[in-house]
C-alpha cells in the first residue's frame, strides 16, 4: 500500500484509538457528567465525520464507534438520544464542503430547476428520484434504525458486510474494464431514471449504521455503468439532497433533547471541524478512486469489523 493510503488509515484507526484514551481520562470523565457535549468531543466527532463522510466507509459507523467510547458512563435516555441526533446532523458541515467544491454542478441545477439549463435540470430530477427511496424508507423505519442499529454490534456487522459487497464489486468493474477497453462509461448526463432509482434503492440499505452510504451510491453507480470518477461524483452531488433532509428532520425532531444536552459552540464548532477534513477527503478520493478503485476500503472495513468485534466483547 503507497505511503500516502497507509497515513491516511492510521490517521484513522489512531483517531478511534485516541477517543477511547480520552474516555479514561479523569478530566474527560467529569466532562461526561455535565449537562453539554465539550469542544473536545465536537472536534473528535467533526475529525471522523469529515474524513469518512464521503469515503465508502461509514461516517455515522465510525461516529456510533466514537459515541460509546466517548460516552462510556451511565447516562440518561435522553442525553444518549441528543448524541445520537447529533451524529446526523454533524453532516451539515460536509454538505457545505461539497456545495462548495461542486458549486458549478449546484449552479446549473439552480438554472435547470429555473429553466435555464436543460443538462441542469435533468441532473436535479436524476438526484431527486434517486433520493425518493430514502426519504420514504426513511421516514418509515427511523425509530426502529435508532433504536436497535445505533450500536457496536450491528456496525460491526454492517462494516463486514459491506466490505464483502463492496470487493465483489470492484471485481466486477475490473472485470468489466478488462473484458473490452472499448466499453463507453457513462457520464452524469447519460444517466437515465430507472438508473437513479436503482441507485437511490441501493442507498436505502445505508440507513444500518456501519454500510455506508457513499458506499452504496458508487457501486450503484459502478452497476449502471458510470466511470468510476462520475460514480463518486453522483454520490456526492446526492448527499447534498439527502444528508440535507436527514439533518434537518432530525434537527426538527430531536430539538428539545439537543437544545437541553448540547451547547450551540461546541455543535456548530464539529460542523465546521467536519467540514474542512470533508473537503480534503473528496479532494483525495477522486484522484485515488479513478487511480486504484475501491480494494483498499474492503481491508479497512473488515480490519475495523474485526477491533469493533473485539470492543464489543470486551464489555
Known sequence: MPIRQTFFFVFLFSSILFSEQVGFSQEIKKERLSPSMGYLDATIYGIIEGVTEFLPISSTGHLIIASEILENEANSELKKEAVNAYLIVIQG???LAVALIYRIRVWSMVLGILGLNPSGLKLSINLFLAFLPAAFIGLLLDDLIESYLFGLLPVALALFVGGLFMAWAEKRKKSQELASSRVTEKSLEDLNLSSSLLIGFLQCFAM????SRSMMTIVG???VGLSRVHAAEFSFLLGLITLTAAAGYKC????????QYLQLGPVIFGCLVAGVFAALSVFWLVGYLSRRGLGVFVVYRIT??????GIFLSR
Open 304 to 309: 475495523l469489523s474485526i477491533i469493533v468485534f
Open 93 to 95: 458541515g460536509a454538505i
Open 221 to 223: 453507480g459502478y452497476i
Open 208 to 211: 444500518w449504521p456501519g454500510t
Open 252 to 259: 426538527f425532531t430531536k430539538w428539545e433533547a439537543m437544545n
